[in-house]
């Protein structure tokens, strides 16, 4: 559905922190499914862990918000430009249900619960296959910066 050159056109991030490699599905004002290849390359493994690498939760966490800004995006109709930018105004209930490590591939469910007042409130379920890595509930702000 959008691979990563139209994910560049609407993400401001970059390496290392642009952390959505493909979108395989997108509802309009729903849901997006997106993909993360998580490979032994991600610069946070040299120190999280060196003997055991397992991916942060908070980066986990960081995906699904860019999956959730692709939905607003395209939930808006817009592309933002270099004045807008999409900050995290909460999470909660993060639970983090197995680690992820390097070979894995993230698969981020997240859907559009409401949109109130310049709010996006999100439920996102990362899994690697079968199984629940990451659930978390998400709200995000799109701001215009000087």
């Known amino acids: 559905m959008m691979d990563i ?4 056109k609407q993400l401001p991030h970059r390496y290392p922190i642009l952390l959505v490699d493909r979108v395989l599905e997108v509802e309009k004002g729903k849901s997006i499914k997106a993909l993360k290849n998580v490979t032994i390359n991600e610069p946070f493994f040299m120190g999280h862990f060196p003997h055991h690498p397992v991916m942060p939760g908070v ?5 699904m918000a860019q999956a959730a800004a692709l ?8 592309t933002p430009d270099d004045k ?3 900050y995290f105004a909460g999470i909660d209930g993060a639970r983090f249900k197995r ?7 993230l698969i981020m469910d997240v859907t559009l619960d409401r949109m109130k007042a310049g709010i996006f409130k999100f439920k996102g379920v990362t899994r690697v296959g079968d199984n629940i890595a990451c659930e978390a509930e998400l709200m995000c702000t799109m701001r215009t910066i000087a």
């Open 5 to 8: 050159h139209q994910i560049l």
């Open 59 to 63: 980066l986990i966490l960081e995906a």
């Open 71 to 78: 939905l607003a995006f395209e939930t808006l109709g817009v």
């Open 84 to 86: 807008t930018v999409y």
């Open 99 to 105: 680690p992820v490590e390097p070979g894995d591939q």
